[in-house]
């Protein structure tokens, strides 16, 4: 046993310095994922704005800050919950509805962009493969989520009757309904259709940004096998309530084996899974916890001159 690890490591580590001697790889690739990050968060802010209108009142150096307070504390938080409270800390407290409500939402479209386009990746891909990716089981289990979300879009924006009649009957109706009118109500229908369209060109941001990663190391990969095996990855992922750090831990073994199947190196897919979470959450965040901290510390400061005083 000691000597299959053994022969097993070294071969890794051969591959390993294979794939970094510096001719095999292609910085071009590279480069153009590090230029799509600030587009990424870009949409994002789009999106936020077009729900919240918030840009109507703070200045964008500000909503900056907020975003970027939320992506850090959204890291080490499941299912990047902390981003609510990290956006708030930049907005006044009656702000706070308004912003919640647009990061639900844009977090729901976000969402359905994932499952729509990911549930037809993982068919593409087994009809390629000629094998499911995973348990059949765990298929109809993502198209009923995807189904429960789209009847929470048509309920709460299409104001379909016979959801409207069944609400009447729900227990605590009274105190759903303050919780839909304070936090959840979208007024404008018009922001929905375009937050939509920002979180689909995030999405599809995103998704070039993985491609591109991959082809820092390997540019003969077919594109169209790339594509759909990539927002498979994220599809799959979509589905495990994890941290986001351990959500790299879960995205490297899910691109391992979907993208293993499609004759992408294992070492590959790691590489790649990890420089898109460096890229995308690790360079936000800290950008984001440098501007809490000076935050804090001015904050700190001025409750210090006031006691001198």
């Not at 591109?212 to 495990?240: A, H, M, R």
Request: glycine residues 6%; aromatic residues 20%.
């Amino acid at each position: 046993m000691v000597i299959l690890i053994t022969d097993k490591f070294i071969r890794y580590e051969e591959n390993f310095n294979e794939r970094f001697r510096l001719e095999m790889i292609h910085w071009e690739y590279l480069l153009f994922a590090f230029l799509l990050m600030p587009v990424n968060w870009f949409f994002e802010l789009l999106k936020f704005n077009q729900f919240s209108h918030l840009d109507k009142k703070y200045s964008k150096v500000d909503l900056i800050k907020s975003l970027l307070s939320g992506i850090a504390f959204s890291a080490i938080t499941p299912l990047k919950s902390g981003d609510y409270g990290g956006r708030l800390i930049w907005l006044k407290q009656e702000d706070w509805p308004a912003a919640l409500s647009a990061i639900f939402w844009g977090n729901w479209c976000q969402l359905l962009w994932l499952m729509a386009i990911g549930i037809g990746g993982v068919n593409y891909l087994t009809f390629i493969i000629s094998a499911p990716l995973f348990p059949v089981s765990y298929f109809f289990m993502g198209m009923i989520i995807f189904v429960i979300l789209l009847l929470i879009i048509f309920w709460f924006y299409a104001r379909i009757e016979l959801f409207r009649k069944l609400f009447h009957y729900t227990p605590f109706k009274q105190k759903i309904k303050e919780l839909y009118i304070g936090y959840l109500k979208i007024i404008n229908r018009t922001d929905l259709y375009k937050a939509l369209i920002y979180a689909g060109l995030r999405y599809f941001t995103y998704v070039i940004q993985y491609m591109f990663l991959l082809c820092v190391f390997d540019d003969k990969l077919p594109i169209g096998y790339l594509f759909f095996g990539v927002v498979s990855v994220f599809f799959i992922q979509s589905i495990l309530p994890v941290l986001s750090w351990m959500g790299l831990i879960g995205r490297t073994g899910i691109a391992i084996f979907v993208l293993g199947k499609l004759g992408v190196s294992e070492l590959d897919s790691s590489l790649s899974s990890i420089l898109l979470w460096i890229i995308n959450i690790l360079l936000p965040s800290l950008i984001g916890l440098y501007f809490l901290f000076v935050k804090f510390l001015n904050k700190s400061y001025g409750k210090q001159e006031m006691d001198i005083g």
